[in-house]
């Protein structure tokens, strides 16, 4: 995190003194990268990072008029780190809808931070999440 952090340091003071499109997108790039890496970040923030880069991605491409090739592969690379990122997005949804999921099928009392310990993990199996319920669920059975 600490080279993220380094990176969009440096790529932001390079894009303010260019007016070149590719610094821009590869500065707002690094601002979303830090964002995913963030702990404080929600998916709904991610999300809406995620499109902008897109739309921001697009917008610059229009605007293109070189056809260098090392430029043509740093947006299509661009591009594709924006996908990766929309991919684990996706992936991440859809473990949290297995742990609503399951937490709503499951006559058990799921501590919360269990399930954002998965979550923030991203150890998120059914596997797993049955075995520690049925964990709990014996210390419940033991406690009473």
């Known amino acids: 995190l600490v080279k993220i952090e380094e990176e969009r340091r440096k790529s932001y003071e390079f894009s303010r ?72 997005t996706d992936k991440i949804d859809s473990q949290q809808a297995l742990i609503d999921s399951l937490q709503a099928q499951v006559d ?11 979550a923030q993990t991203d150890q998120i199996s059914v596997e797993l999440l049955l075995k520690d319920m049925i964990k709990l669920e014996e210390e419940m059975i033991n406690e009473n």
Do not use: C
Not at 108 to 118: A, C, D, F, H
């Open 17 to 88: 003194q260019s007016n070149d499109g590719l610094h821009s997108l590869m500065s707002r790039g690094f601002d979303y990268m830090a964002l995913i890496h963030s702990k404080t970040s929600d998916r709904n923030l991610i999300r809406r990072a995620l499109r902008t880069l897109e739309s921001e991605q697009k917008i610059s491409m229009e605007f293109e008029i070189s056809n260098d090739p090392t430029r043509v592969m740093s947006f299509g690379f661009i591009e594709s780190v924006h996908l990766t990122f929309l991919h684990f």
């Open 108 to 118: 058990l009392n799921i501590p919360k931070s269990t399930v954002e310990q998965y």
